[in-house]
């Protein structure tokens, strides 16, 4: 799977959108973007993924550039619970047992104030 | 639905002594994972399981062992814990598609002294 590199951490105001960016320049054609988040003491949450196109759901958007060598992932309008480590997770789809073989890196802190 | 559950939440082993992590899933995944994760770390692949019966070791195995009898259930053995194991233990499942994400349950936080 393709390395990330991501920020050690961010700060952000409350109720601002928050940009976490991340980098995959070695990223291949069949492999996605995923961003999972950890609140403290919990497990790992999902929150969005995608392989070329933009992607938003009900927690998140996620930009990747065109030449999908790096990537933004946006929280519209952080609050307080959104301070957590925000992992970003290149992915191969090789079928078969690589399905849930995520490299986790030590992602980027990221912290809401008030 | 519960999704992912792990007991127990937390536990305190003297050096030496055996345990079983808890693992269970009522999404009828077949794939499920241990990880292991120690302070200021990123996650760690233990071993893992594409079904029932099947299992296989993944980056860090040595001093564990697991079992698969039926799809739900996944638990993870420690025979002679050692402080090294110090660390959070977290199970996760996935349905095992292209665009399925990994769920994870809330961990077992254990030490060993």
């Known amino acids: 799977d393709a390395k990330t590199t991501q920020p050690p951490s961010m700060d952000c105001a409350e109720g601002r959108a928050a940009n976490l960016p991340c980098n995959h320049s070695?990223?291949?054609?069949?492999?996605?973007v995923y961003w999972y988040r950890q609140i403290h003491s919990q497990g790992p949450q999902y929150i969005i993924h995608?392989?070329?196109n933009n992607e938003t759901n009900e927690m998140a958007s996620l930009i990747i550039t065109e030449d999908r060598k790096s990537s933004t992932l946006i929280l519209p309008h952080a609050t307080l619970r959104d301070t957590a480590v925000y992992y970003c997770?290149?992915?191969?789809?090789?079928?078969?047992?690589?399905?849930?073989?995520?490299?986790f890196g030590q992602g980027t802190i990221l912290t809401v104030h008030p | 639905n519960a999704g992912v559950t792990q007991t127990p939440k937390f536990r305190i082993l003297k050096i030496g002594q055996s345990m079983t992590l808890q693992c269970t899933q009522d999404?009828?995944?077949?794939?499920m994972y241990w990880y292991r994760q120690d302070p200021g770390m990123g996650l760690k692949l233990i071993y893992y399981?594409?079904?029932?019966?099947?299992?296989d070791k993944g980056e860090v195995p040595n001093g564990y062992n697991v079992s698969r009898s039926t799809t739900e259930d996944f638990p993870l053995r420690l025979e002679l814990a050692a402080p090294s194991q110090t660390s959070v233990y977290f199970c996760?499942?996935?349905?095992?598609?292209?665009?399925?994400?990994?769920?994870f349950g809330n961990g077992t936080r254990l030490t060993v002294t």
């Open positions: 997770i290149v992915r191969v789809y090789a079928g078969g047992t690589s399905y849930g073989k995520l490299t």
């Open positions: 995608g392989l070329k």
């Open positions: 999404m009828n995944h077949n794939y």
């Open positions: 996760a499942s996935i349905r095992g598609s292209r665009n399925s994400p990994l769920h």
């Open positions: 070695t990223i291949s054609g069949n492999e996605y």
């Open positions: 399981s594409v079904g029932a019966g099947i299992t």
